[in-house]
């Protein structure tokens, strides 16, 4: 019902930048009750488990893990339902899988959870 297309990951030096976006498109959009209430970018480096970097909901209110506070910077444009995520200052232990985030809900208040594929970004010391 949902794709996530996620674009933007790579390979990064310490220290510089690289912007995620991802962009959502489906059927579930075309259905009046459909809401999206937020999008978000999690993160999943080898042998840990994934967790919150960012997220933006519908009334523009942000959160952020404290790991990434002051350097990340999440927005989204409604119109296009796509999410970014710019990051700059990137260290090493950023490196890992970043994964595109999805929450909404009906008229009945049922919720719906989808993910991205996910995109590598890799930074070296």
């Known amino acids: 019902q949902v794709q996530l297309v996620e674009s933007g990951g790579g390979l990064v030096q310490a220290g510089g930048s690289l912007r995620l976006s991802c962009a959502a498109s489906?059927?579930?959009?075309?259905?009046?009750?459909?809401?999206?209430?937020?999008m978000g970018w999690y993160r999943q480096a080898p042998g840990k488990q994934r967790e919150l970097v960012a997220a933006i909901a519908s009334g523009e209110s942000t959160n952020y893990s404290d790991s990434v506070k002051g350097r990340f910077t999440i927005s989204r444009d409604n119109a296009k339902n796509t999410v970014f995520l710019q990051m700059n200052s990137l260290k090493p232990e950023d490196t890992a899988v970043y994964y595109c985030?999805?929450?909404?809900?009906?008229?009945?208040?049922?919720?719906?959870?989808?993910w991205g594929q996910g995109t590598q970004v890799t930074v070296s010391s």
């Open positions: 985030n999805l929450e909404g809900s009906n008229w009945f208040k049922r919720p719906y959870v989808y």
């Open positions: 489906g059927s579930i959009f075309s259905i009046k009750s459909f809401s999206i209430n937020a």
